[in-house]
């Protein structure tokens, strides 16, 4: 996956949020601005190819206040349109540097 598409989507307001995202962006305190700023300058940290309908992956960014977020994007290349799958603030015992899961 190309965190550019889903960039570019953002950018160019063509995103679908589903309802599961919606309520858990509601339930952290996240505005929708700070969920796109986080993904602007964000990263992937893991890939998830064989989602359906499309491919996803998960996308660590920051918000306005250098606070940690994790959202998950699938993207539409027919399209050209990102969906916001779910969104939260990581859990600090479950991530090393917010990137990496933490083995159990």
């Given amino acids: 996956?190309?965190?550019?598409?889903?960039i570019h989507a953002?950018?160019?307001?063509?995103?679908?949020?589903?309802?599961?995202?919606?309520?858990?962006?509601?339930?952290?305190?996240?505005?929708?601005?700070?969920?796109?700023i986080s993904v602007i300058h964000g990263q992937i940290i893991e890939d998830y190819p064989n989602d359906k309908p499309y491919p996803s992956c998960l996308i660590m960014g920051k918000n306005f206040s250098g606070e940690p977020i994790?959202?998950?994007?699938?993207?539409?290349p027919g399209t050209l349109?990102?969906?916001?799958?779910?969104v939260y603030r990581p859990n600090p015992k479950r991530w090393i540097d917010w990137k990496v899961r933490v083995k159990k």
């Fill in 81 to 86: 349109w990102a969906v916001l799958v779910t």
């Fill in 1 to 6: 996956m190309d965190i550019e598409n889903i």
């Fill in 70 to 76: 994790h959202s998950v994007w699938a993207y539409n």
């Fill in 10 to 36: 953002v950018r160019n307001h063509r995103v679908r949020i589903t309802d599961h995202a919606d309520e858990e962006s509601f339930n952290d305190g996240l505005t929708y601005d700070e969920i796109y």
